[in-house]
T-cell receptor, first 115, second 107 residues
């Protein structure tokens, strides 16, 4: 297992286009998280899944954003009608079922630039 | 006010110096993470701790639960330690992050 994998690493898109990012978590990690990080800021929570169920969504996740984890393995994050303010690093993380000692593992991120 | 505050925001040190960066949080937590982020964005987990102190190589992390404060120490700093160090706390099934400490170590 090579850790949490995100694709693509970089994406440049024109305003108004739709984009989709993929995250492959560590095998058998049933929790998967999406975070967004803008320049000079720490990551901000977007949403998380336990298996295929999306259990929590941040107010940051407007109706242009949708995330899925159809079989409880990989996840996709889609942004429709992109805006320049969507430019950010989108980070995926996974962890085993939460208990006191659960570690969280991060992917390399997808850097989105909307021009 | 952010749930997680880090200080100093920026720190420059000479190679070999002892570095301390700090994290204070305002919520109840089950664990605190120190993360390292290099240019290019990838995040590496350095420590997860819920009490006391952990050491890994030249890095030492401490946490005081009563004072809601954690420190990350880098001994014998090296230019390859230059990175953003992010403190994150676990509560309510997810992580809340600080803005990070930008550390630059000059040869």
């Amino acid at each position: 297992d090579t850790g949490v994998s995100q694709n693509p690493r970089h994406k440049i898109t024109k305003r108004g286009q739709n984009v989709t990012f993929r995250c492959d978590p560590i095998s058998e990690h049933n929790r998967l998280y999406w975070y967004r990080q803008t320049l000079g800021q720490g990551p901000e929570f977007l949403t998380y899944f336990q298996n295929e169920a999306q259990l929590e969504k941040s107010r940051l996740l407007s109706d242009r954003f949708s995330a899925e984890r159809p079989k409880g393995s990989f996840s996709t994050l889609e942004i429709q009608r992109t805006e320049q303010g969507d430019s950010a690093m989108y980070l995926c993380a996974s962890s085993p079922k939460i208990r006191q000692g659960s570690e969280t593992f991060f992917g390399q991120g997808t850097r989105l630039t909307v021009v | 006010k952010n749930e997680v505050e880090q200080s100093p925001q920026n720190l420059t040190a000479q190679e070999g110096e002892f570095i301390t960066i700090n994290c204070s949080y305002s919520v109840g937590i089950s664990a605190l993470h120190w993360l390292q982020q290099h240019p290019g964005g990838g995040i590496v987990s350095l420590f997860m701790l819920s009490s006391g102190k952990k050491k890994h190589g030249r890095l030492i992390a401490t946490i005081n639960i009563q004072e809601k404060h954690s420190s990350l120490h880098i001994t014998a700093s090296h230019p390859r330690d230059s990175a953003v160090y992010i403190c994150a706390v676990r509560g309510n099934n997810r992580l809340a992050f600080g803005k990070g400490n930008q550390v630059v170590v000059i040869p």
